[in-house]
T-cell receptor, first 111, second 117 residues
Framework: GQNIDQPTEMTATEGAIVQINCTYQ??????LFWYQQHAGEAPTFLSY??LDGLEEKGRFSSFLSRSKGYSYLLLKELQMKDSASYLC????????????WGLGTSLAVNP | NAGVMQNPRHLVRRRGQEARLRCSPM?????VYWYRQLPEEGLKFMVY????????ESGMPKERFSAEFPKEGPSILRIQQVVRGDSAAYFC???????????????FGPGTRLTVT
């Protein structure tokens, strides 16, 4: 299958660092997206990883290990506004451009 | 460059009526995707269309639901004879046609919140 698995909920403290993990099936895998979705709003793009390694974008970084079928989103210097759902989505060969989406990780940032 | 536009933003229908949801992709985008999201749940893929073609409708319920993306005008998701279980947020996303790329970032519209009473 081409399942995407990620934790359902996480809690962290303002100013801290949090890592949200995502695992997927490696066979035929192309690349992996991370999106952020605030309650009642549309998902917005955060990152796209195709190659192994860490890609940094300000306070947010995303990591991919193709051989291990593993990715994580790293959020630094957490702010209250980072409270949101973080969606992991993957693309596989043979799926045209369709993405397979995880159920999302709901992150609560507490003061 | 305007983003993905969806209308209406909120739609209320009584059971048995038809719901028609519209999506205008970003300028230059020729790929449209429709998703459904129930409260506290993840995005559920419904259908993927290019102009005048349905590429993948594996997530569409077999009955009452249909989608189109005509040569001119927006993409339409149509739900006939709505039931209470159809109440959800329906998101449309679009992506460009990029030569040599098998996967493109999807840009989401603000969604249509459908309430069936």
């Amino acid at each position: 299958g081409q399942n995407i698995d990620q934790p359902t909920e996480m809690t962290a403290t303002e100013g801290a660092i949090v890592q949200i993990n995502c695992t997927y099936q490696t066979s035929g895998f192309n690349g992996l997206f991370w999106y952020q979705q605030h309650a009642g709003e549309a998902p917005t793009f955060l990152s796209y990883n195709v190659l192994d390694g860490l890609e940094e974008k300000g306070r947010f970084s995303s990591f991919l290990s193709r051989s291990k079928g593993y990715s994580y989103l790293l959020l630094k210097e957490l702010q209250m506004k980072d409270s949101a759902s973080y969606l992991c989505a993957g693309s596989w060969a043979g799926n045209n451009r369709k993405l397979i989406w995880g159920l999302g990780t709901s992150l609560a940032v507490n003061p | 460059n305007a983003g993905v536009m969806q209308n209406p933003r909120h739609l209320v229908r009584r059971r048995g009526q038809e719901a028609r949801l519209r999506c205008s992709p970003m300028k230059g985008h020729s790929h449209v995707y429709w998703y459904r999201q129930l409260p506290e749940e993840g995005l559920k893929f419904m259908v993927y269309l290019q102009k005048e073609n349905i590429i993948d409708e594996s997530g569409m319920p077999k009955e009452r639901f249909s989608a189109e993306f005509p040569k001119e005008g927006p993409s339409i998701l149509r739900i006939q004879q709505v039931v209470r279980g159809d109440s959800a947020a329906y998101f449309c996303a679009s992506s460009p046609r990029t030569h040599g790329s098998s996967t493109d970032e999807q840009y989401f519209g603000p969604g249509t919140r459908l309430t069936v009473t």
